[in-house]
């Protein structure tokens, strides 16, 4: 009768430094995982976010911009940006003199500085009077000087205004209240996302003006119709679509 062949036991040192072996496998590919996630989904964000996204929409705004005659900033995506809604006939001067009695600042412009100092007022809930506001374009233009004022104890929420001179003495501004900072929309770039009742910034504006002398001498239509819109950041806003104009005293 044919015995079947024994093999001798394993060795339990061999035994354990297997399981060991496999142990560190499985901690390996977890640690992988992780390690891809972490730095993964950042680098993929950044990437869309300040690069692909923002691309695909300037294309495809940009060949709608030539159909467009509404008096609206544009970001440099070429995406309807924050109302126009206010128009200044005057000097300077009265503008600055205006705002910084009031209470307002003149905003730093943008740069790695003023990115990092806007960046921990937000986070660590702290004031920054002078912070940057983002670039917005109207006739191919940037503005070419903002106002802030801090609604709170950081830039988080701010009411803000920038200024685009077209002519001498003749500036258009869009007043816009920022209620906190989150993800665009349309290129999950980080921004400001604007309140909804940009009327009711453009008439607080226009009373500070007339605080300082100004007077309102007419009202024009932007040719956005009235009701709701997006700015270029995605966020709802409801305007009636009129442009008040104002005659700026004569400075401080």
């Known amino acids: ?13 061999r035994l354990s430094a297997i399981l060991s072996d496999d142990r560190r496998r499985r901690r390996w590919g977890w640690g992988t995982i992780a390690a891809l996630v972490l730095l993964g989904v950042p680098s993929l964000w950044f990437a869309m976010a300040y690069g692909g996204l923002p691309r695909l929409w300037s294309h495809h705004e940009h060949k709608l911009i030539g159909q467009r005659d509404q008096i609206v900033s544009y970001t440099a995506q070429d995406i309807p940006g924050d109302p126009v809604n206010l128009r200044l006939i005057g000097e300077r001067a009265a503008i600055d003199c205006a705002f910084r009695r ?14 990092l100092g806007i960046g921990a007022s ?21 503005q070419d000087f903002a106002f802030q004022r801090d609604a709170g104890r950081s830039a988080d929420k701010r009411h803000h205004i920038r200024f685009w001179q077209i002519g001498p003495r003749d500036w258009l501004a869009a007043a816009t209240f920022d209620r906190g ?5 349309f290129t999950l770039q980080v921004t ?8 009711a910034e453009r008439n607080a504006a226009g009373a500070l003006l007339q605080a ?3 007077q309102m ?7 956005v119709t009235p009701g709701w819109h997006r700015n270029g950041g995605g966020d709802k806003y409801r ?9 700026l005293g004569g400075g401080c």
Not at 181 to 185: H, N, W
Not at 217 to 223: G, K, P, W
Request: aromatic share 8%; hydrophobic share 40%.
């Open 1 to 13: 009768m044919l015995k079947a062949r024994q093999h001798p036991p394993m060795p339990s040192v």
């Open 102 to 115: 009031a209470g307002w600042s003149g905003a730093d412009p943008v740069d790695w500085r003023s990115a």
């Open 122 to 142: 937000v986070l660590l809930a702290r004031p920054y009077p002078t912070a940057p506001v983002s670039p917005l374009y109207f006739a191919d233009r940037m």
């Open 181 to 185: 900072v989150g993800l665009s929309l």
């Open 192 to 199: 400001h996302h604007i309140g909804r009742d940009v009327d």
């Open 212 to 214: 300082s002398g100004a």
């Open 217 to 223: 001498i007419d009202a024009q239509s932007s040719r």
């Open 239 to 247: 305007t009636d679509g009129m442009i008040h104009v104002y005659r």
